[in-house]
């Protein structure tokens, strides 16, 4: 038994935030049906590496999703996406405002369709405000949040992140949405709309910038790897020329560092109590944890800090995740059955529940591979079918 078994989801997103939310639901149990225009398909399924041809990126993000291929600005194609909504609880979308509106798709009238509807509504701005209708991407929420602006070193350009950052979160904040909408809808039988910006949910990860500027007119700098609350925070380099992260965010793990690499004269500073008096410090905390770990290999750093309880850990590339054990111990990753490339492997589940655990069931699929299963389950008959493709309203 899967948590979400018996709830479907239409996902009519594109690229990435609103399909990683509906990716999320499919992978505990809920029928998710992808929308793509039946000739362009999804964006997604170009991003990316490939295999012969086929998007890796487009097999995780659109996996345990059937996919259904039908044009939102055909006539006959938004009839299609009524039926779906009269029997679906949630529909994800992430069209600029005004473009359901102007298709007769606007969430109102879905709603008198099925008043027990969830529209998730996903833009790069919101439904509101002076640039709502403009087209918005997660790298404008990085620029926009104050995130890129605190990324790099303190004397270089600000940083991009070089994935889908914003997406990612604003992904995470959909799904979650999704089910604070859902439990409402348990007490008050009816679904509602969420309004949600991309530029938003990742300002909740920068911590209390925004309170720090209006209460002392703090404007965050960049600090390249060390942080603006603790010391020592940094990347250090190995004598066998490996790169190890530490992180003393606790000021116990920072006494112990400090004491393992021969400090503890540091550690008996009154300024060293606090994280923001070992900022102030960072240079000299730096300097004695840079050298300490110059001066050994990597294994023997790691061994150490693990005898001192102090928190470490390996720089890896993706060639040292494959091989790590605790990631084989969690079951990470997984091989997955498709019928397209055979196998594909991929991340798994985000977590596990020890009575309803989530599954991936398939990799994402070609286009338009279930549209026929999908119309049929809402009535459509073969011949209605046959003369929708012939029109090319779907694939």
């Known amino acids: 038994m899967t948590s979400l078994a018996g709830l479907r989801v239409v996902d009519a997103a594109t690229l990435f935030a609103g399909p990683s939310a509906a990716m999320m639901l499919g992978d505990f149990g809920a029928d998710v049906i992808k929308i793509e225009h039946p000739r362009r398909g999804d964006p997604?399924?170009?991003?990316g590496a490939a295999v012969d041809g086929v998007g890796l990126w487009w097999k995780t993000l659109s996996r345990n999703k059937r996919a259904a291929a039908v044009d939102l600005s055909h006539p006959d194609g938004q009839r299609v996406l009524r039926r779906l909504a009269e029997r679906s609880d949630v529909l994800i979308e992430n069209f600029r405002p005004g473009t359901l509106e102007r298709w007769d798709l606007a969430p109102a009238g879905l709603l008198e369709l099925n008043p027990r509807l969830i529209v998730a509504r996903m833009t790069g701005f919101g439904q509101v405000g002076p640039m709502a209708g403009r087209p918005g991407f997660g790298t404008l929420a990085e620029a926009m949040s104050g995130f890129a602006a605190m990324t790099g070193e303190p004397d270089g350009p600000p940083t991009l992140p070089p994935l889908a950052l914003a997406d990612g979160i604003a992904g995470l904040a959909m799904a979650y949405a999704v089910?604070?909408?859902l439990q409402a809808r348990e007490r008050t039988?009816?679904?509602q709309v969420i309004d949600m910006a991309i530029i938003e949910p990742i300002l909740g990860l920068l911590g209390p910038q925004m309170s720090a500027y209006r209460a002392l007119g703090a404007v965050p700098?960049?600090?390249?790897?060390?942080?603006?609350?603790?010391a020592p925070r940094n990347t250090y380099r190995t004598r066998d020329g490996r790169w190890l992260a530490v992180s003393t965010s606790a000021q116990p793990i920072a006494e112990r560092v400090l004491t393992l690499v021969g400090r503890p004269d540091l550690v008996a500073q009154p300024w060293f109590a606090t994280g923001s008096g070992r900022v102030r410090h960072v240079d000299e905390l730096d300097e004695a944890v840079a050298t300490w770990i110059a001066e050994r290999d990597a294994d023997e750093v790691i061994a150490r800090f693990e005898e001192a309880q102090a928190a470490v850990a390996p720089i890896y590339d993706v060639t040292d995740i494959a091989?790590?054990?605790?990631?084989?111990?969690l079951g990470t990753f997984l091989d997955?059955?498709?019928e397209e490339l055979g196998t594909v492997t991929m991340q798994n589940v985000l977590f596990r529940l020890s009575d309803t655990p989530g599954?991936?069931?398939w990799a994402g699929r070609s286009l338009g591979r279930d549209t026929d299963e999908v119309l049929g389950e809402l009535d459509y008959g073969a011949a209605e079918i046959?003369?929708?493709r012939e029109a090319g309203v779907i694939a």
């Open 44 to 47: 997604s399924r170009g991003h």
């Open 179 to 181: 089910m604070v909408a």
């Open 189 to 191: 039988g009816r679904g």
């Open 221 to 230: 700098r960049r600090t390249g790897n060390r942080s603006s609350s603790n």
């Open 323 to 329: 091989e790590d054990p605790q990631y084989a111990a």
């Open 336 to 338: 997955v059955p498709d």
């Open 359 to 361: 599954e991936v069931r």
């Open 386 to 388: 046959a003369a929708l």
